[in-house]
């Protein structure tokens, strides 16, 4: 991999990282209300995959999406806004942290409900199909999703219309507390799309050129008309299911312990300055430089007005 | 005029508008063979028996620039996707704070009245109605089906249809001319002087009927179909009362928290019309039951002229 793809990854997953600490400072602060699910663990999978798309494909993302908007190029000072509930947000204050969406650069929203955006991607595959531009769709969800019926008859979907559509599983283990272990029969995720014989790989989902490669690989077969594919990133979230004082954490501390060993930004940054990438001072403009960014979004979230109450009329139905 | 079948006159408008707009999908598990012939397969898609995967998939591909045609074929498939129809498709226009439009048209069969038994038999629509962000059309013949699915294909919302089953061959007239028929327009099918029938899908006919038999009596009803639940034209339903006084709300779904409720607490609470009435609002609804199978039992649970005419003569006292 070249080293200008490689400092474009990691300056992608460090702002996504920045982005998510500065999100659960203010919120642990009190700043920030709703639920709010932290991408943190899981930045190499947003970051190697949306790297090979263009603003014609398009995603769609689940209730752990700031990640995916960040990585498709959305714009952080709208996300916060959104985040805090302003007129200025994405949604103008009605989607909030669960369901931001950028449709001018093919994000097609997040969604709050497990499985539930499998159909909504088979769509926005279907259409890049019929424009016939070779554009793709991907979509992403977790270990949890892939015990939703919606997951199945998306899979069955895409497989018989040879849908141009990438699957990006994020395996974190966990649906809120309860192991896939437990709730999966299939045990390896990927033998239930090879049961509807579409092409599939696991791979270590917080190594970011792992995933950048696998997924090049994944989106050249889409583009070439080959129909679906189905990549299963093993990863890990660092923080609870949501950000709360009250909700309990399962998950056994030595377990935490050595995901967090495996922390796909120090990895990769270890490895640009140990194969002479980036240097220290390097790293720390790059830093400062996407602290500055998510300074100036919070900044603008934390300025911009809130809405009038009555603009709840509004966006009901469109013109 | 030319006389054509309800389900030719709502096959017309999709090839009509199919030709205009190329960029429109058909989703069914059992696609129109005219539909097929004239586009392909393409865009004609085959679906598996999968209602969320498809019915979510109309979401994707609207917010992806194309407009879709779902048939579901009956409402009881409809609750399969409910997933998609109740999290997605009502509120994603609003979620996504208008970014986005979703045009789509939703199709799928109502009613009871052929031995289907309960689960093929629903009337759901009141539930859609409680979900702000879908619209919700209720075609009561081959005219209403053809005008209302033209304007349905030019929304830029997802529109639900309900067509009651029993309506599918019923023949009318239906003009070779392009036409449109605005939502929230109800019909006056039939002017009165003495009770106001509102009256849905199916039991628009069932009240004409009811109408001719009363008008042997001297009885003068005015028949009002609202011809969409959402947008839902109260205006004509007030003006009427406030000429009537009495209402009779006629509706196959089952009367608790149905329609027919709406229209009542609608009328009561405005006050105007509210000091026109002269008598109390009464409803005459689907039994508060899962449709039984056996015919005795069935037409029991269902509205029918009888019932209506029996609270017509209640209402006039």
């Not at chain 1, 001018?104 to 926005?124: E, Y």
């Not at chain 2, 979510?56 to 009881?76: P, Q, W």
């Not at chain 2, 970014?99 to 038994?117: D, N």
Request: glycine share 8%.
């Amino acid at each position: 991999m070249d080293a200008q793809t490689q400092i474009e990854l990691f300056t992608t997953m460090l702002t996504i990282r920045r982005f998510e600490e500065r999100v659960a400072a203010e919120f642990y602060a009190g700043n920030i209300f709703g639920f709010i699910h932290s991408y943190i663990g899981q930045e190499a999978i947003a970051t190697g995959v949306c790297r090979h798309l263009t603003t014609e494909d398009r995603i769609v993302s689940h209730h752990r999406g700031h990640g995916h908007c960040i990585a498709k190029g959305a714009d952080m000072k709208r996300m916060m806004a959104e985040i805090l509930g302003k007129k200025t947000g994405y949604c103008k204050g009605k989607g909030g942290s669960m369901h931001i969406a950028d449709f001018s650069i093919g994000m097609l929203g997040a969604d709050g409900i497990v499985g539930a955006g499998l159909p909504i991607a088979t769509g926005a595959a279907l259409a890049a199909k019929l424009e016939g531009k070779r554009n793709v769709a991907a979509v992403f969800f977790g270990d949890g999703a892939c015990q939703e019926g919606e997951f199945h008859e998306a899979l069955n979907l895409a497989a018989i219309w040879k849908l141009p559509l990438l699957f990006v599983c994020e395996n974190n283990h966990y649906g809120v507390n309860t192991p896939a272990s437990y709730s999966l029969a299939a045990g390896e995720i990927t033998r239930m799309p090879a049961a509807y014989h579409i092409p599939n790989k696991a791979v270590h989902g917080n190594d970011v050129e792992t995933v950048h490669e696998a997924a090049e690989e994944a989106i050249g077969l889409l583009r070439q008309g080959e129909g679906p594919y189905f990549l299963e990133c093993e990863t890990y979230r660092w923080h609870k299911h949501y950000l709360s004082d009250v909700l309990v954490d399962l998950r056994p501390p030595e377990e935490l312990e050595s995901w967090a060993n495996k922390c796909p930004v120090a990895a990769f940054q270890a490895k640009l300055l140990r194969e002479n990438v980036l240097t220290r001072a390097d790293l720390e403009r790059i830093d400062q430089e996407i602290l500055g960014k998510v300074e100036e979004a919070y900044r603008y979230g934390l300025e911009s007005p809130y809405p009038e109450p009555e603009d709840a009329l509004e966006d009901v139905y469109s013109s | 005029m030319r006389e054509i079948t309800y389900e030719q006159a709502a096959t017309e408008a999709i090839l009509e508008e199919f030709r205009r707009d190329p960029r429109t999908v058909h989703l069914a598990t059992d696609p129109i063979p005219e539909l097929e012939q004239e586009f392909g397969p393409e865009r004609i898609r085959v679906t598996p028996i999968a209602e969320n995967s498809f019915v979510g998939a109309a979401i994707g591909l609207a917010g992806s620039g194309f407009r879709t045609v779902a048939n579901l074929r009956m409402a009881t498939f409809g609750f399969v996707a409910m997933d998609q129809f109740m999290n997605h498709a009502a509120k994603i226009t609003y979620m996504f704070g208008g970014q986005a439009k979703f045009p789509i048209l939703y199709r799928m069969t109502v009613g009871a009245g052929i031995s289907a038994a309960a689960e093929h038999s629903v009337t759901p629509y009141p539930m859609y109605m409680n979900a702000p962000g879908l619209k919700v059309i209720l075609p009561a013949t081959p005219y209403d089906v053809k005008g209302l699915f033209k304007t349905a294909l030019r929304d830029n919302n997802p529109v639900v249809s309900f067509e009651h089953v029993a309506l599918a061959e019923l023949k009318g007239e239906v003009p070779e001319e392009e036409y449109f028929i605005p939502f929230g327009q109800a019909a006056v099918r039939r002017e009165g002087t003495d009770v106001t029938v509102v009256a849905l899908a199916k039991m628009v006919h069932e009240s004409l009927a009811a109408a001719d038999e009363l008008a042997a009596e001297g009885i003068s009803l005015e028949v009002i179909d609202p011809r969409t639940l959402v947008p839902l034209d109260r205006t004509t339903i007030f003006e009427s009362l406030r000429k009537t006084g009495r209402l009779v709300v006629v509706d196959e779904a089952c009367q608790t928290c149905g329609a027919a409720a709406e229209i009542v607490a609608l009328v009561t609470s405005d006050p105007e019309t509210f000091a026109a009435l002269k008598s109390a609002p009464a409803r005459v609804c689907g039994l508060d039951v899962p449709i039984p199978f056996s015919p005795p039992m069935e037409n029991y649970a269902i509205p029918n002229k009888a019932k209506i005419v029996a609270a017509v003569r209640t209402a006039m006292g």
